[in-house]
C-alpha cells in the first residue's frame, strides 16, 4: 500500500505533452452515447464545439514544427500529496481533484507560454476499450491506450468555474500512456482495483 501511495504522489512529474486551453468553456450536457467517432460533427448539435480551437487535436509531425519557446517550469510536483485522493465515476471517465501537497499548496506549472501561475485542480483520464483506442488526442493518425488530463486553473481566479469563463482560466496537462505486458501480480492488481469501480455509465 505504501508503494502504491508513492507511486500516485509521484505520478504528477509524468508530463511530457502540455498544452493551453484558450477559449472559454460553456456548460454543456453531453448525450449519454457522445463519442470521439463522431467529432466532427459535434457542432451541429452544439455549436460552442465548432470554434477554432477545440479538442480533440491531431498532431502531424510531417507539417507541425516546434516553435522556440521556454520551457515549462513545474512546482511542488516532487513534494508527496498531503490527502487522499477520492475517484469518482463521472459516467464517462473517472476523475478526482487534487488534494494540496505536504507544504499546504498545490502543484502548479507556469513559464513557457503561460503568463501566469496555473496550479493543479483535478485529473481525469480517457481510456479505450477492446474495440478502440482510448486517447483524446492523435499523434500521427494514431490514438494512445490512455490519456490523462491534468486540469490546472490560473490563479488569477477564485475558483475553478470563474476560470472556465476565461480565455486564460486553464491549461491542461496529458499523458499518453502505451499498454505493455505485465506480469499476472501487476495485472491482478490492476484488476482489483478497477473492480473496485461500477462499470461507466450506471
Known amino acids: 500500500m505504501v508503494a502504491a501511495q508513492e507511486l500516485v504522489n509521484r505520478l ?31 457542432s451541429a448539435d452544439h455549436p460552442e464545439c465548432g470554434g477554432n ?65 496555473y496550479e493543479a485542480v483535478g485529473v481525469h483520464f480517457h481510456w479505450g476499450s477492446t474495440n478502440s483506442k482510448g486517447s483524446e488526442h492523435m499523434i500521427d493518425d ?10 490546472h486553473k490560473n490563479v488569477l481566479y ?3 468555474e470563474e476560470a472556465t469563463k476565461h480565455v486564460d482560466g486553464l491549461t491542461v496537462l496529458g499523458v499518453m500512456f502505451k499498454g505493455t505486458r505485465v506480469s499476472l501480480f501487476v495485472m491482478d492488481f490492476c484488476k482489483n482495483i478497477l473492480m473496485s469501480f461500477d462499470f461507466l455509465g450506471r
Open 142 to 151: 494514431r490514438r494512445f491506450d490512455v490519456e490523462m488530463h491534468i486540469v
Open 12 to 42: 504528477y512529474i509524468l508530463l511530457p505533452l502540455a498544452y493551453p486551453y484558450n477559449a472559454p468553456i460553456k456548460a454543456v450536457t453531453p448525450p449519454a452515447n457522445w463519442t470521439y467517432d463522431n467529432a466532427p460533427n459535434w
Open 158 to 160: 477564485p475558483t475553478l
Open 53 to 117: 480551437h477545440q479538442s480533440p487535436i491531431h498532431i502531424k509531425t510531417s507539417t507541425s514544427y516546434a516553435s522556440a519557446m521556454a520551457p515549462l517550469k513545474f512546482g511542488y510536483y516532487d513534494l508527496p500529496l498531503a490527502g487522499n485522493i477520492t475517484i469518482k465515476n463521472n459516467g464517462h471517465s473517472v476523475d478526482f481533484e487534487v488534494p494540496p501537497t505536504l507544504n499546504g499548496r498545490r502543484p502548479f506549472v507556469t513559464g513557457s507560454i503561460l503568463h501566469s501561475k
